[in-house]
Structures are given as structure tokens and as C-alpha cells.
């Protein structure tokens, strides 16, 4: 099938999103104030997309494409950094480990039933058992893998008041899946696609900067700006790539295939990132339970892709 020939970006666009996720740790660890550093992360992506729409501005949207564009797609960026709002909020509160779990699950879950039931556009696929075993393999996997995060996770979930943000990260987990679908259906209607991601990305830039101007404290000292390396402000572009990959991809693989393929390889290169230590992560040794969770997730995205 022709669809599986853009499996290959997907799973890098997955390993950049990993990537841009450790980016985007070290930029706040030396920024200090969560909303300064997620601005200063998301304002690239505006300016390099903004460039590209000024160097290729065809073609140009049609008053009737704008007419049939759904009132919620410019609002597919917001939808997923709500799930970046519920990182610098909460992963402290319940663990890493049980806020990457919940929200992933709750991603893949929502993947397969838009595509089951043809939800914001998508052709409706109906009701396949084997792609819904893989979702259940994947969340399986995830639950492997985040679990073995270390004692402190398993410390914090552990509390009470964690729990009760529960319900906020799956929502916000469901928000991640029904964001990039919603990019589709922008890029359908702005037909090009550097113009749909810069109206993707902008009010996402916008709110990060109005709670940064509402909420300026604590602020970087002049050492903490002189440890910000070159890579560190690059973060937003590595998990730009993954947008705009559904933006382009998400209507021909379907929003299961993409999110799970994704998902995948963004689990996968963390699992490497944090056994290595890269990019400054601490380290975290593969254990038996992160490669087994690797494994089922991996046999869990080949039953979603296949079938």
C-alpha cells in the first residue's frame, strides 16, 4: 500500500518528538519559568513556518474552501498543548511515569475510535477487532515502560491528591489525538500547508506568551541564560515536524496508524535517550520491563497498521 510508504517519516517525526521533549526539559531547567521557556521553544517554529509560507504562498486558500472549514480546526495546536500545559503543570504532582501512561493510552484509545467511527472527517473505518487489540497491546506497553521510570514516580502517583488530576490528563491525552486530526482538516481547508501550520502554531505562541506576561516570576539569571546551549531553543521545531506530518499524513494512514506509529518511535527513542543519558537526561537503564513494554508496543502498532 502506498500509505505504508510514509511510515518512515512518521517514525522519525516520532524520535524528533522525543527528542524535542528532552530539548524542551533543558530549556526550562535553565529558563526557570515554564511559560518563558515554552515561548521561547514555540516562537522558532512561528517565524520558520511564517518564512516558508512567504517563500512558497501558493497555492492560496478559496473563500469556498474557507467556508467549509470546520470552526474547531484552527484550534488543533491549542488542542495539543494542552497536553504540554499538563506536563508543567501536574508531572510533578503524579510521576512521570503514570502522566506519560495516561495520556498516551488515552491517545491511542481516541485514534482508533475516530477512525472506527469517522470522526472529524475521517473515512469512518468501522469496528476492527485486531487494531483495537493493538491499541490494547500498546497501552500495555506504555504501562511497561512508564512504570519503570524509578521509585519516584511510583512514590508520587502513589498519592492521593495525584489521583484526582487523573481525569485532566486523560482528557488532555484524548486532546493530543483529536489535535492532530484537526491540523488535518486546517491544511484541507488553507490547502497550503506552511500557512496551515503557522495558523496552527500561533495561538499556541500567543497564550504561552500572555500567561508568561501575567505570570513573570521567577525569571532567569544571567548564569542561567549563559547555560542555555544553541540546540536548546530548537526543541519546538524537532515536535513541529511531528504536526506537520499530520497535518499532510493524518487523512491517508488514518489517525490510529499515525498516532501509534508515532507514539512508538517517541517511547522508543526515550527508552534510548534515558538509557543513555543523552541530551543531558539522567540516566535510566533498560530494564526488563522497559523492553518488554518496547516489545508489546511494537507488536501492538503492526496489528493498528496492518489491519
Same mark, same amino acid.
Given at each position: 500500500?502506498?500509505? /505504508?510508504?510514509?511510515?518512515?517519516?512518521?517514525?522519525?517525526? $516520532?524520535?524528533?518528538?522525543?527528542? @524535542?521533549?528532552?530539548?524542551?526539559?533543558?530549556? &526550562?531547567?535553565?529558563? %526557570? *519559568?515554564?511559560?518563558?521557556?515554552?515561548? %521561547?521553544?514555540?516562537?522558532? !517554529?512561528?517565524?520558520?513556518?511564517?518564512?516558508?509560507?512567504?517563500?512558497?504562498?501558493?497555492?492560496?486558500?478559496?473563500?469556498?474552501? +474557507?467556508?467549509?472549514?470546520?470552526?474547531?480546526?484552527?484550534?488543533?495546536?491549542?488542542?495539543?498543548?494542552? =497536553?504540554?500545559? @499538563?506536563?508543567?503543570?501536574?508531572?510533578?504532582?503524579?510521576?512521570?511515569?503514570?502522566? *506519560?501512561?495516561?495520556?498516551?493510552?488515552?491517545?491511542?484509545?481516541?485514534?482508533?475510535?475516530?477512525?472506527? +467511527?469517522?470522526?472529524?472527517?475521517?473515512?469512518?473505518? @468501522?469496528?476492527?477487532?485486531?487494531?483495537?487489540?493493538?491499541? +490494547?497491546?500498546? =497501552?500495555?506497553?506504555?504501562?511497561?515502560?512508564?512504570?519503570? #521510570?524509578?521509585?519516584?514516580?511510583?512514590?508520587?502517583? /502513589? /498519592?492521593?491528591? #495525584?489521583?484526582?488530576?487523573?481525569?485532566?490528563?486523560?482528557?488532555?491525552?484524548?486532546?493530543?489525538?483529536?489535535?492532530?486530526?484537526?491540523?488535518?482538516?486546517?491544511?484541507?481547508?488553507?490547502? *497550503?500547508?506552511?500557512?496551515?501550520?503557522?495558523? /496552527?502554531?500561533?495561538?499556541?505562541?500567543?497564550?504561552?506568551?500572555?500567561?508568561?506576561?501575567?505570570?513573570?516570576?521567577?525569571?532567569?539569571?544571567?548564569?542561567? !541564560?549563559? $547555560?542555555? &546551549?544553541?540546540?536548546?531553543? +530548537?526543541? $519546538?521545531?524537532?515536535?513541529?515536524?511531528?504536526?506537520? @506530518?499530520?497535518?499532510?499524513?493524518?487523512?491517508?494512514?488514518?489517525?490510529? =496508524?499515525?498516532?501509534?506509529?508515532?507514539?512508538?518511535? *517517541?517511547?522508543?527513542?526515550?527508552?534510548?535517550?534515558?538509557?543513555?543519558?543523552?541530551?543531558?537526561?539522567?540516566?535510566?537503564?533498560? $530494564?526488563?520491563? &522497559?523492553?518488554?513494554?518496547?516489545?508489546?508496543? %511494537?507488536?501492538?502498532?503492526?496489528?493498528?497498521?496492518?489491519?
Amino acid at each position: 500500500m502506498i500509505e /505504508s510508504l510514509l511510515y518512515p517519516f512518521i517514525i522519525v517525526a $516520532g524520535a524528533l518528538q522525543a527528542l @524535542g521533549n528532552s530539548m524542551n526539559a533543558q530549556l &526550562r531547567g535553565k529558563l %526557570v *519559568n515554564p511559560w518563558l521557556a515554552a515561548t %521561547v521553544s514555540f516562537l522558532p !517554529i512561528v517565524f520558520v513556518f511564517t518564512t516558508l509560507f512567504l517563500t512558497m504562498p501558493t497555492p492560496l486558500p478559496t473563500l469556498d474552501s +474557507l467556508g467549509k472549514m470546520p470552526w474547531y480546526a484552527p484550534l488543533g495546536g491549542v488542542a495539543g498543548a494542552v =497536553a504540554v500545559f @499538563g506536563g508543567l503543570a501536574f508531572i510533578d504532582k503524579v510521576g512521570a511515569g503514570p502522566f *506519560n501512561g495516561l495520556t498516551l493510552t488515552a491517545n491511542i484509545l481516541t485514534s482508533l475510535a475516530m477512525d472506527a +467511527l469517522g470522526l472529524f472527517g475521517l473515512q469512518a473505518a @468501522g469496528f476492527k477487532p485486531l487494531p483495537w487489540l493493538g491499541g +490494547l497491546l500498546m =497501552a500495555v506497553g506504555v504501562v511497561f515502560i512508564a512504570r519503570s #521510570g524509578g521509585k519516584k514516580d511510583k512514590d508520587e502517583h /502513589s /498519592s492521593t491528591t #495525584g489521583k484526582l488530576l487523573y481525569p485532566f490528563i486523560i482528557v488532555a491525552g484524548m486532546l493530543m489525538a483529536i489535535g492532530v486530526v484537526w491540523n488535518a482538516q486546517l491544511r484541507g481547508a488553507l490547502l *497550503n500547508p506552511w500557512l496551515a501550520a503557522t495558523v /496552527s502554531f500561533l495561538p499556541v505562541v500567543f497564550v504561552f506568551a500572555l500567561i508568561f506576561l501575567l505570570r513573570p516570576f521567577p525569571l532567569p539569571k544571567r548564569e542561567d !541564560i549563559a $547555560g542555555v &546551549r544553541w540546540w536548546m531553543p +530548537l526543541a $519546538g521545531l524537532t515536535g513541529a515536524v511531528a504536526v506537520f @506530518g499530520g497535518l499532510l499524513f493524518v487523512d491517508k494512514v488514518g489517525a490510529g =496508524a499515525f498516532n501509534g506509529l508515532l507514539i512508538t518511535a *517517541n517511547l522508543l527513542t526515550s527508552v534510548a535517550l534515558d538509557h543513555f543519558g543523552w541530551l543531558g537526561m539522567k540516566q535510566v537503564k533498560a $530494564g526488563p520491563a &522497559r523492553l518488554f513494554g518496547a516489545a508489546v508496543m %511494537v507488536a501492538g502498532i503492526v496489528l493498528i497498521s496492518v489491519f
